[in-house]
């Protein structure tokens, strides 16, 4: 079996929840001797799609399922909100529309799914039962 | 998180350890609004020991960009780690805020 791990968080604690997840993700990542940069950008990511889950998905219960492969980390997030792909949106051309406009301009909104999709190798989402279902791949 | 705050002449110097993330950012925004309800107007955060930084984070940061820029205050960094440059580029943060290496730097001229 390859090195991993799952943790599902519920109703009452999500963000409690968030917390164990980030807690249990660095010290799988400590054991398992990844590179910092990798545990940090995973870190990140993770970050934003349970803060966005939580925040606006109305999910009861998420799961997260880690798994180291021999050259690649796969994070899988399942949740039980209503249906929502947090990549729909077409992927903006880089820099982000607003990112070099002036401070006093600016802005943040979209913001965080930009770094997952910039510091991962792939995203996907997909809808699964009445699940949603988003598995995010680092390379190694 | 740890956040602790010290003071060289008129500029409050932040040090923040740990993750800046949506767990986190209400506790350094507490922090940041102290010291801008202080009169704080020039404030140096050092980053050095800051892990990682998530768009929760960015958000606070920005903020009190503003808010600084309005009352003719400053706002710099400073240590940024490979993660959190990385995190400022993708956003574009690099350009907007003002982020130098050393804190030596960051004081000189504020």
New interface residues.
Partial sequence: MRPGFRIGIGAETLWDGADRVGAKFAEFAEAQGLPAAIRRGVSVALDELLANTIAYGGAARIVVDVTLHPNRLSVMLIDDGKPFDPFGQEAPPAPLPGTALPLEERSIGGEGIHLVRRMMDDVRYERRADRNVVVLTKRL | MEITTRTEQDVTVLVLVG?L???TSPEAQQALDAILAGGGRKVVIDFRAL??????G??VL?GT??RL?QERGALRLFGL???VR??FE???FA???TVVDTEANALRGL
Avoid: F, M, P
């Fill in positions: 993750h993330d949506s767990n892990d990682y930084i998530s768009s929760a960015l958000r920005l960009a503003k820029s780690n490979e993660t990385e995190v993708i956003s574009g350009t907007i805020l």
